[in-house]
């Protein structure tokens, strides 16, 4: 591939806010389909839906400020870069529903949207080269939950939650979003689900 343009860095981008905002949470299912831009400036995804559908359904994960963080570290080795992606949050006081969700996340193939605070959206666990949407292709990229830790801490002031910790390996650096996403912001229970289009 030529390289066909350069980067150039605007105020803006010096005066971005980093950290995560919001994370969203789906189960990769047969037949989901994923909408990928693919030009010389733009490395997106515009749409995912599921079968049949004009929308997806994602799990709202919500934690303790300034404690999520994305990293991305690729790596080639024979000719093949892939990119590994891990993304940790901190699920403040340890309690039966979040043992539940924690046990939902174990063994199961997921696809995540880190909403960042700068206002980009990062998308994990999605691969144009790998596709697990198409039925013919074996799934090769998703993300997995790589590990939890819970902790009562032991001072008055310690923190009480788990920490987990969500990974992927994939064949392409993240895209961002570019479509819609309908986030839940009913406080009133946990079971929120928030939509992208």
Known sequence: ?????????????????????NILIRTWADGDAVTYSNTSTSHAISKIVDTGGSTANWRNFEFKNELPSLTVTAAK????????????FMMPEMTNSKAAALQQLMD????????????????????????????????????????AEGASGAAYNDDNGWTVTMGCKQWEAPRLYTGTITLYTNAGSGTGTSTTS
């Not at 591939?1 to 905002?21: E, P, V």
């Not at 080795?77 to 940790?88: D, I, K, P, V």
């Open 1 to 21: 591939m030529a390289i066909t343009n350069g980067i150039n860095i605007g105020c803006s981008n010096l005066q971005a806010a980093g950290g995560i905002r």
């Open 77 to 88: 080795e024979n000719g093949s870069t892939s990119y590994e992606c891990s993304l940790s």
């Open 108 to 147: 199961t193939c997921m696809m995540v949207i880190a909403v960042g605070n700068n206002g980009k959206n990062y998308v994990l666990g999605v691969s144009q080269k790998y596709m697990n949407e198409k039925a013919e292709i074996r799934n090769q990229t998703y993300v997995s939950m790589t590990g």
